[in-house]
């Protein structure tokens, strides 16, 4: 290739540099000084790759450059690994790794190593134009060796990533002494395992919260095969987890000992089980046993096991100062301990300091009548109630039939009700010591009660056939309707009852068609009092 140059104005001299290692590189041509304007180069690679070009003009004394990029003809083909196959298991400790050359690559490097891709901790070549490497002291533990060929193209290193295998197997290590199982002998023990082949770290990790906890000692990572580690004398069971790492990758093998000693659960002492509290300020406090990991103080004045009052969440210490309230009731205290990974808890009972009063309503004014179709019904909190409940209904005390608040903690609940100037039955429950209480009042609705009314068939009439549909008003007020028909009095049933129903209409088969007089009686339900009024029809 013929590289020619304009002369320029002022320059003495030229030189022309060609490489294809990066900007300002020579290894393919460097023309040295000459007042030619052009260069012939031969033998140039057709390695596809860039081809870094920089002219040099010599003015006034000191030479300036000019840089300028080409790409060669051909195209590039990067190196690779051939032997041993990509893949395969080293036959060794000692092996000779090979790559082709490649077409455009200017160097090489090979690296190996075992904590990931990438890595070099066992073998990093350099740069170098070899197209082998001879490694020895190669571990042979059947780990997988990371091998990375970086080849030098156009000035940029690229990189191939290959996998192969150790020689030999890769065994965990395992923790021998004390034997696995056993009790320990004190306070001072020193666990120690096989370094068999493989691992280069290992970890050990002891407590007594459960399956790989660590809250007695962890060892961090360590190349040693033994740790002396002071662990306590209470009798529980020490989790013991060893972690061997292979291939990159850890891996862990699980053990159980028993502490020496003798376990002891831990048990509130203060104040005395049983006994009224002080005041709203409380101190508990526990025995911390021997054994227990951790404790968790639960209050509450629902039931067995509540924690509507506190909940100390998991700790260490052996005392919780809580503020309770004076209100007279039950507080049920539960004092769990967490022994071998297993939280276990024993019950306790006390008593509030005050005195406890159910809730009552005090808005609508009990007894009074409603104003209209929502009401606000409103009671005080008491002392004590650990939650409250609304029930209203219209056919009996203690009756739900038009609303039903669930249990709540607040002291109102806005209700639509109806407003046909019946008796409303208000009944409000306190929650205290975990059993439900209840006060019952009475309201009038608004408006006017009326009678419901059969309408069809028209009363007195001759009945169609022997299936009829009786229809009546809903009246305002009913809760519940019933329709008797009969045909021995007034009143008598021995043809249809529908029993307590709140449809206004049912549908009749089997009536009589021989003309005789048919008594209906018509009954409904206001205040939890059945009213009736009777008629009369004539059989087909």
Same mark, same amino acid.
């Given at each position: *290739?013929?590289?020619?140059?304009?002369?320029?104005?002022?320059?003495?001299?030229?030189?022309?540099?060609?490489?294809?290692?990066?900007?300002?590189?020579?290894?393919?041509?460097?023309?040295?000084?000459?007042?030619?304007?052009?260069?012939?180069?031969?033998?140039?690679?057709?390695?596809?790759?860039?081809?870094?070009?920089?002219?040099?003009?010599? *003015?006034?004394?000191?030479?300036?450059? =000019?840089?300028?990029?080409?790409?060669?003809?051909?195209?590039?083909?990067?190196?690779?690994?051939?032997?041993?196959? @990509?893949?395969?298991?080293?036959?060794?400790?000692?092996?000779?790794?090979?790559?082709?050359?490649?077409?455009?690559?200017?160097?090489?490097?090979?690296?190996?190593?075992?904590?990931?891709?990438?890595?070099?901790?066992?073998?990093?070549?350099? +740069?170098?134009?070899?197209?082998?490497?001879?490694?020895?002291?190669?571990?042979?533990?059947?780990?997988?060796?990371?091998?990375?060929?970086?080849?030098? =193209?156009?000035?940029?290193?690229?990189?191939?990533?290959?996998?192969?295998?150790?020689?030999?197997?890769?065994?965990?290590?395992?923790?021998?002494?004390?034997?696995?199982?056993?009790?320990?002998?004190?306070?001072?023990?020193?666990?120690?395992?096989?370094?068999?082949?493989?691992? @280069?770290?290992?970890?050990?990790?002891?407590?007594?919260?459960?399956?790989?906890?660590?809250?007695?000692?962890?060892?961090?990572?360590?190349?040693?095969?033994?740790?002396?580690?002071?662990?306590?004398?209470?009798?529980?069971?020490?989790?013991?987890?060893?972690?061997?790492? =292979?291939?990159?990758?850890?891996?862990? =093998?699980?053990?159980?000992?028993?502490?020496?000693?003798?376990?002891?659960?831990?048990?509130?002492?203060?104040?005395?089980?049983?006994?009224?509290?002080?005041?709203?300020?409380?101190?508990?406090?526990?025995?911390?046993?021997?054994?227990?990991?951790?404790?968790?103080?639960?209050?509450?004045?629902?039931?067995?096991?509540?924690?509507?009052?506190?909940?100390?969440?998991?700790?260490?210490?052996?005392?919780?100062?809580?503020?309770?309230?004076?209100?007279?009731?039950?507080?049920?205290?539960?004092?769990?301990?967490?022994?071998?990974?297993?939280?276990?808890?024993?019950?306790?009972?006390?008593?509030?300091?005050?005195?406890?009063?159910?809730?009552?309503?005090?808005?609508?004014?009990?007894?009074?009548?409603?104003?209209?179709?929502?009401?606000?019904?409103?009671?005080?909190?008491? +002392?004590?109630?650990?939650?409250?409940?609304?029930?209203?209904?219209?056919?009996?005390?203690?009756?739900?039939?038009?609303?039903?608040?669930?249990?709540?903690?607040?002291?109102?609940?806005?209700?639509?009700?109806?407003?046909?100037?019946?008796?409303?039955?208000?009944?409000?429950?306190?929650?205290?010591?975990?059993?439900?209480?209840?006060?019952?009042?009475?309201?009038?609705?608004?408006?006017?009660?009326?009678?419901?009314?059969?309408?069809?068939?028209?009363?007195?009439?001759?009945?169609?056939?022997?299936?009829?549909?009786?229809?009546?008003?809903?009246?305002?007020?009913?809760?519940?309707?019933?329709?008797?028909?009969?045909?021995?009095?007034?009143?008598?049933?021995?043809?249809?009852?529908?029993?307590?129903?709140?449809?206004?209409?049912?549908?009749?088969?089997?009536?009589?068609?021989?003309?005789?007089?048919?008594?209906?009686?018509?009954?409904?339900?206001?205040?939890?009092?059945?009213?009736?009024?009777?008629?009369?029809?004539?059989?087909?």
């Amino acid at each position: *290739m013929t590289f020619a140059w304009s002369a320029g104005v002022g320059p003495a001299a030229y030189q022309l540099w060609l490489g294809t290692t990066g900007v300002g590189s020579q290894n393919l041509y460097n023309s040295g000084s000459t007042t030619a304007t052009s260069e012939t180069v031969n033998g140039l690679p057709t390695d596809g790759v860039t081809l870094f070009a920089r002219l040099w003009s010599l *003015m006034n004394g000191t030479w300036q450059s =000019i840089d300028y990029l080409y790409t060669e003809a051909g195209t590039p083909v990067p190196a690779a690994l051939t032997s041993p196959t @990509p893949g395969s298991t080293l036959p060794g400790s000692s092996v000779t790794f090979t790559w082709t050359a490649g077409t455009g690559p200017t160097a090489y490097q090979l690296w190996l190593g075992t904590t990931g891709i990438g890595s070099s901790n066992l073998y990093n070549s350099g +740069s170098t134009t070899a197209t082998s490497a001879s490694v020895t002291g190669l571990p042979a533990y059947g780990q997988t060796v990371y091998a990375t060929l970086g080849a030098l =193209i156009g000035g940029v290193w690229q990189y191939a990533y290959y996998t192969y295998t150790e020689a030999g197997t890769p065994v965990p290590a395992a923790l021998t002494s004390p034997t696995p199982g056993s009790v320990l002998p004190g306070s001072s023990v020193t666990f120690t395992w096989s370094g068999l082949t493989g691992p @280069p770290a290992y970890e050990l990790w002891l407590g007594t919260t459960g399956v790989g906890s660590l809250n007695l000692y962890d060892s961090g990572i360590t190349p040693a095969t033994s740790e002396t580690v002071t662990v306590p004398t209470n009798g529980v069971t020490l989790f013991a987890r060893l972690y061997s790492r =292979i291939n990159g990758t850890w891996q862990l =093998i699980d053990y159980l000992y028993t502490e020496s000693g003798t376990f002891a659960p831990a048990a509130l002492t203060s104040p005395q089980p049983a006994s009224t509290l002080t005041g709203s300020s409380v101190t508990f406090t526990w025995t911390g046993g021997s054994g227990p990991a951790a404790y968790q103080l639960w209050l509450g004045t629902t039931g067995v096991g509540s924690q509507n009052l506190y909940d100390s969440g998991a700790t260490t210490a052996t005392s919780e100062t809580v503020t309770v309230p004076a209100n007279g009731v039950t507080v049920f205290a539960r004092l769990y301990q967490l022994i071998n990974g297993t939280w276990q808890s024993g019950d306790y009972t006390y008593t509030e300091a005050g005195a406890f009063a159910p809730a009552a309503l005090t808005s609508p004014t009990p007894g009074s009548t409603l104003t209209g179709s929502s009401a606000t019904f409103t009671w005080t909190g008491g +002392s004590g109630p650990a939650a409250y409940q609304l029930w209203l209904g219209t056919t009996r005390v203690g009756s739900q039939d038009l609303y039903d608040s669930g249990s709540t903690t607040a002291t109102s609940e806005i209700v639509t009700v109806p407003t046909n100037g019946v008796t409303v039955f208000a009944r409000l429950w306190s929650e205290i010591d975990g059993s439900w209480r209840s006060t019952d009042y009475l309201y009038t609705e608004a408006g006017t009660p009326a009678p419901p009314a059969l309408t069809s068939p028209t009363p007195g009439s001759a009945l169609t056939g022997s299936s009829v549909t009786f229809t009546w008003t809903g009246g305002s007020g009913p809760a519940a309707y019933e329709l008797w028909l009969g045909t021995t009095r007034v009143g008598s049933q021995n043809l249809y009852d529908s029993g307590a129903t709140k449809a206004t209409t049912v549908t009749v088969s089997d009536l009589p068609t021989n003309g005789v007089t048919v008594y209906a009686r018509l009954w409904w339900e206001i205040d939890a009092v059945w009213k009736s009024a009777d008629y009369t029809y004539t059989a087909q």
